[in-house]
């Protein structure tokens, strides 16, 4: 009778432990299926492109651009909201308007 409960046990707990490794296993997939995707947008993007076209292109993806600025100056802001702000990418115009540098960016976040 004891070891019948040892093993029911053990049966149990191996199943929580199974059911916890797939949990983390797939619930984490999404996340960085979404980041490839981002990533391959941004490195994807024409450079010839100007930024009314790149907020139609980041609208239809689904992701949010802000135009923003720094010490370098002005840039749009292209965000995955459904990463929880772990992916990023940040595009730079010339003075002509199309294109200059898009840069991505994975952060991990606590």
Same mark, same amino acid.
């Given at each position: 009778m004891n070891r019948q409960r040892i093993r029911?046990?053990?049966?149990?707990?191996?199943?929580?432990?199974?059911?916890l490794l797939l949990y983390f296993a797939f619930g984490s997939a999404p996340l960085v299926v979404g980041g490839k995707h981002m990533e391959g947008f941004? @490195?994807?993007l024409r450079k010839d492109m100007s930024q009314a076209e790149l907020?139609?292109?980041? =609208?239809?993806e689904g992701y /949010?651009?802000?135009d923003q600025? =720094?010490?370098?100056?002005p840039y749009l802001s292209i965000d =995955? =909201?459904?990463s929880g702000g772990h992916?990023?990418? @940040?595009? /730079?115009?010339?003075?002509?308007?199309?294109?200059s540098v898009v840069s991505f960016t994975a952060e991990a976040k606590h």
């Open positions: 029911t046990g053990l049966a149990i707990l191996g199943l929580l432990a199974a059911a941004c @490195e994807g907020k139609a292109a980041v =609208d239809a /949010r651009a802000s600025a =720094d010490k370098k100056g =995955d =909201d459904s992916y990023h990418c @940040e595009a /730079r115009f010339k003075p002509d308007g199309s294109l």
